[in-house]
Nanobody, 125 residues
Framework: QVQLVESGGGLVQAGGSLRLSCAAS????????MGWFRQAPGKEREFVAA????????YYADSVKGRFTISRDNAKNTLYLQMNSLKPEDTAVYYC??????????????????WGQGTQVTVSS
């Protein structure tokens, strides 16, 4: 079993930046690709970004490309999401997720089998 704990959310003005972290513990060896998703009130959970185990491949939703950067530090068992040029429409609960399947880089929530509890990001206009 893997435990994922997000942190770093908060309230920020439009144009500002935040850095989210996701600390992993437990059966770390089972983690391959990791991703960030978000869910706004009344909306479905949507893909934000994903990164392979080695960190050599990343994948972004078009809505965040060029503004957000996903990274991971395997030595610290931590996933990051640097969010710049934030917009009000980025307001959501942000979740990190882990996929146990190697060599897969997916935007589909259903392939991720471990999830964190989420951290709230609110961007004011």
């Amino acid at each position: 079993q893997v435990q994922l704990v997000e942190s770093g959310g908060g309230l920020v003005q439009a144009g500002g930046s935040l850095r989210l972290s996701c600390a992993a513990s437990g059966s770390i060896f089972s983690i391959n690709t990791m991703g960030w998703f978000r869910q706004a009130p009344g909306k479905e959970r949507e893909f934000v970004a994903a990164i392979t185990r080695s960190g050599d491949s990343t994948y972004y939703a078009d809505s965040v490309k060029g503004r957000f950067t996903i990274s991971r530090d395997n030595a610290k068992n931590t996933l990051y999401l640097q969010m710049n040029s934030l917009k009000p429409e980025d307001t959501a609960v942000y979740y990190c997720a882990a996929d146990s399947m190697p060599y897969r880089l997916s935007s589909l929530p259903k392939v991720y089998n471990q999830w964190g509890q989420g951290t709230q990001v609110t961007v004011s206009s």
